[in-house]
């Protein structure tokens, strides 16, 4: 199930982001989105028979990790095509004529929302993995179940099956579909699913720790994403990142 250990180069992003996010400034901004996204989650657990999941464990999420990392890389091709001036990252503008020609509908608020919640280390810009981000919560909140377009504009349906599949293993942790996690979320689904793989009790709240990256208790579906796209590991060539979960 990996080590107690936290990832130097995690720690640092986390407890970066962290600040940011503690910004008075900033706290309204991430709670109107988040809250948004919390109420699709809940619709989307509601639409979801009882019990259908492919996941029985942690470790059923953290094998998926390849596929994730296979499906993702397609965003590659996405990003460089909307990243204009080749700098490395998205502007606010570049994003507005990028969400215009994926046919996402957006309002301007909508998109500085998003922008600003993305662009975790306030650089005015969005970089690789913060895009990857952005459009998975698009891609949630214009509903998976009927988001046909997605298909067609952004990727290939590999795409569209692992941002269904990143979706449902959210699900799987948030286990009384309130549309966040919290430590009894994680705990439930670390040490009582599937006894035959439970983590120990420190490594379980060493993960929501590395989650929770605005210390308040609960896990985003936005924290969410950024966790496991770095546990993912994009950049890296280990299938397995040893400090997954």
């Known amino acids: 199930m990996g080590t107690s250990h936290t990832s130097p180069s995690f720690k640092s992003l986390s407890n970066k982001v962290g600040v940011v996010l503690c910004c008075c400034n900033s706290q309204n901004r991430y709670e109107r989105l988040d809250n948004k996204l919390e109420r699709k989650m809940m619709e989307v657990k509601q639409n979801i028979i009882h019990g259908q999941t492919s996941f029985r464990s942690i470790d059923s999420i953290i094998l ?5 990392k296979e ?5 590659q091709g996405v990003f460089e095509l909307y990243d204009e001036d080749s700098n490395g990252t998205i502007d606010n503008e570049e994003l507005k004529r990028c969400l215009q020609k994926l046919e996402f509908h957006c309002t301007e ?25 952005l459009l ?8 998976p179940s009927s988001s046909s377009h997605v298909t067609s504009t952004v990727g290939s349906p590999e795409l569209k099956a692992t941002f269904d599949t990143i979706i449902e293993a959210f699900l799987f942790l948030d286990k009384n579909g309130d549309g966040k996690l919290n430590k009894k979320d994680m705990m439930k689904a670390m040490n009582e699913d599937f006894p035959m793989e439970k983590s120990p009790t420190h490594i379980t709240k060493t993960r929501f720790k590395e989650m929770d990256w605005n210390k308040d208790g609960k896990v ?10 770095n546990w993912v590991g994009l950049e890296s060539t280990d299938e397995v990142p040893e400090t997954a979960f």
Not at 71 to 75: Q, S
Not at 124 to 132: D, K, P, S
Not at 136 to 143: K, S, T
């Open 136 to 143: 998975c919560l698009i891609y949630l909140l214009d509903g």
């Open 220 to 229: 985003s579906f936005r924290e969410f994403l950024f966790s496991l796209i």
């Open 109 to 133: 608020q909508e998109i500085r929302d998003l922008f600003e919640s993305c662009d975790v280390d306030g650089s005015n810009g969005i970089q690789f993995n913060e895009f990857i981000v």
């Open 64 to 68: 998926r990790f390849p596929r994730f």
């Open 71 to 75: 499906g993702l890389k397609e965003i």
